[in-house]
């Protein structure tokens, strides 16, 4: 077997509509273990793209959070909404290479279609080979059969695209980039090599990984966290109203999200401060302990 020449390029990947929470904390602590036990990078990018579901508020606190619990980022802050323009250029590619098209479709066309794995509705292909369209949205022409990969968390993962979403959206009818043209691009870009993130985004992996396909871009390695459920089984989210982390509780804050990934701190490295708690963390992380879970 041939090691990974890659440097380990890790990411958190925040979108600015609140602040972080315990679930979102599990996430950002991963990926900085991850890439810091790997000796390699861990970039913030702050996924603002939605523009009128984020604020400039929400990420300044998001930041102030990161540093409070002393996960420390390298290299400038990337914002989505600074890059509409390289967003367009892929785009502009898949365009160019037919491996996306324009659809005129509104929600109402789509109402009577069945709900994908993420709450959207699955595209019956209704403008795929249409001529003369005036585009509302772009959307990726999405091959059929299953698209697989191995999760470090999960194992193999294998989900009929075609079959879940249909043709999802690249570019939206209100002129704003969707998040699985965005990401794909911005992890190219910025050489993420290990994307560890929530299990939430399972099923965007595959439709990413499409994307990538489509661009000819380096498929990441991926891993997928379990999320923090609230006591009714719901992940822990703004829309839930999970509460807001303080910056004084980050030392119980961090150990708490230890203790949920599977890496309960002994006492020396909990009384040793918020510091020598994630030096102990990088020293002990395997991930492999959140495969049973
Ligand atoms: N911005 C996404 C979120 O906050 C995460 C994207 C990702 O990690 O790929 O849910």
Redesign the pocket.
């Known amino acids: 077997m041939v090691a990974d020449a890659r440097p380990h390029v890790g990411?958190?990947?925040?979108?600015p509509?609140g602040p972080l929470h315990r679930g979102?904390l599990v996430?950002a602590l991963a990926?900085w273990l991850d890439a810091r036990a790997a000796g390699g990078r861990w970039l913030l990018?702050i996924?603002d793209v939605d523009e009128p579901r984020c604020s400039r508020e929400a990420a300044d606190t998001i930041l102030r959070q990161l540093d409070a619990l002393g996960l420390h980022w390298d290299g400038e802050v990337v914002w989505q909404s600074r890059r509409t323009a390289l967003y367009r250029a892929a785009l502009d590619r898949l365009i160019a290479n037919g491996a996306a098209y324009g659809c005129a479709c509104t929600r109402r066309d789509l109402e009577s279609q069945p709900l994908a794995s993420d709450g959207a509705r699955r595209y019956p292909g209704t403008c795929r080979d249409r001529s003369g369209v005036t585009p509302r949205a772009w959307r990726l022409r999405v091959p059929a059969g299953e698209v697989a990969f191995d999760d470090r968390v999960l194992g193999r993962i294998a989900v009929d695209v075609a079959a879940d979403a249909g043709d999802f959206v690249l570019w939206r009818a209100d002129g704003y980039c969707a998040?699985q043209l965005a990401?794909v691009v911005d992890?190219a870009d910025q050489g993420v090599t290990h994307?560890v993130?929530?299990a939430?985004?399972l099923t965007?992996t595959p439709r990413?990984i499409l994307v990538q396909r489509a661009l000819g871009l380096p498929q990441p390695d991926y891993a997928h966290v379990p999320l923090v459920l609230d006591a009714h089984g719901e992940k822990l989210s703004k829309q839930t109203r999970a509460p807001a982390l303080e910056p004084s509780d980050a030392l119980a804050d961090l150990a708490e999200a230890l203790t949920f990934l599977r890496h309960s701190p002994p006492a020396d490295a909990l009384a040793a401060g918020r510091d020598a708690l994630l030096a102990w963390a990088v020293a002990n992380w395997r991930p492999q302990r959140l495969a049973a879970k």
Do not use: C, H, K, M
Not at 11 to 15: D, G, Y
């Open positions: 990411r958190f990947a925040p979108s509509t979102s996430a990926s990018r996924e998040y990401v992890d994307v993130r929530g939430d985004l965007s990413q």
